[in-house]
């Protein structure tokens, strides 16, 4: 690596965290507990809503969730929720041009 690509990695590293990724532009209304699982924040998991140890390299962690009994829950499937981890229909103002996995193109 030469001294600016090393310049500009550090940069990444300080200034820009790792990009949200859109798993889906939409909740994942599941059943769950009792029990605890395990929220995926970063977007990269493939087994969503749920954490499939994708973050890792990433700035991200799931989000515990704990579940007194069995219940459905619309897990937010688009990551930029304001009451993580449910969905509160912030993925219907998300710009068309954000970018997303699988189920936001
Ligand atoms: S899926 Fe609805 S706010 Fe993210």
Not at 12 to 26: N, W
Not at 40 to 60: A, L, W
Request: hydrophobic share 25%; charged share 25%.
């Amino acid at each position: 690596m030469n001294a600016r690509s090393e310049a500009e990695a550090s940069l990444k590293e300080d200034v820009m965290p790792d990009p949200i990724v859109i798993a889906q532009r939409g909740p994942y209304v599941v059943d769950v507990g009792p029990g605890t699982v395990y929220w995926c924040r970063c977007g990269r998991s493939k087994t969503q809503p749920f954490c499939d140890g994708s973050h890792t390299g990433t700035d991200f962690s799931p989000m515990e969730v704990t579940v007194a009994e069995r219940k459905q829950v619309a897990f937010c499937g688009c990551k930029h929720t304001k009451t993580p981890p449910f969905c509160d229909g912030t993925h219907s103002r998300l710009s068309v041009t954000e970018k997303g996995g699988s189920g936001g193109r």
